[in-house]
């Protein structure tokens, strides 16, 4: 990978953890504004499960961003792009698609059979 491809990829992923960490920020100051104690039990338990959802999407999120952070840090030392399990270089078209990849896509069918074998036993 060269450095333009490198610095295409950090601008990527840069803007994609802005993106995640305003998003972020609605949620919270939405959450704290809607704070409001519904005297209907239906209302109550639909804003419930509505905050319930927004926060695990959060929290999906969050642990996107370390991905995220560790990509960053793999452009950094010159490993991204590499499979993590063959050390064969990525696709392009696989990294442009999902910018966090650290498995080939022959890589990572092979990791998603051994899963389904371990969990289907």
């Known amino acids: 990978m060269n450095e333009r491809q490198r610095e295409y990829f950090r601008a990527k992923l840069l803007s994609w953890k802005d993106e995640i960490l305003r998003e972020s920020k609605v949620t919270l ?3 704290q504004e809607e704070n409001v104690n519904h005297p209907d039990l239906a209302d109550r338990a639909s804003s419930e499960t509505d905050r319930a959802i927004e926060l695990r999407a959060r929290d999906r999120q969050r642990k996107l961003i370390s991905k995220i952070d560790a990509a960053l840090q793999r452009i950094e030392d010159n490993t991204y792009g590499y499979c993590e399990e063959t050390g064969e270089p990525i696709s392009l078209k696989r990294l ?3 910018p966090i990849a650290t498995l080939s896509v022959e890589a ?3 990791h ?3 899963e389904k074998v371990y969990r289907d036993e």
Request: charged share 60%.
């Open 96 to 98: 442009e698609a999902r």
């Open 112 to 114: 998603e059979k051994r």
């Open 29 to 31: 100051q939405t959450l």
């Open 108 to 110: 990572q069918e092979r």
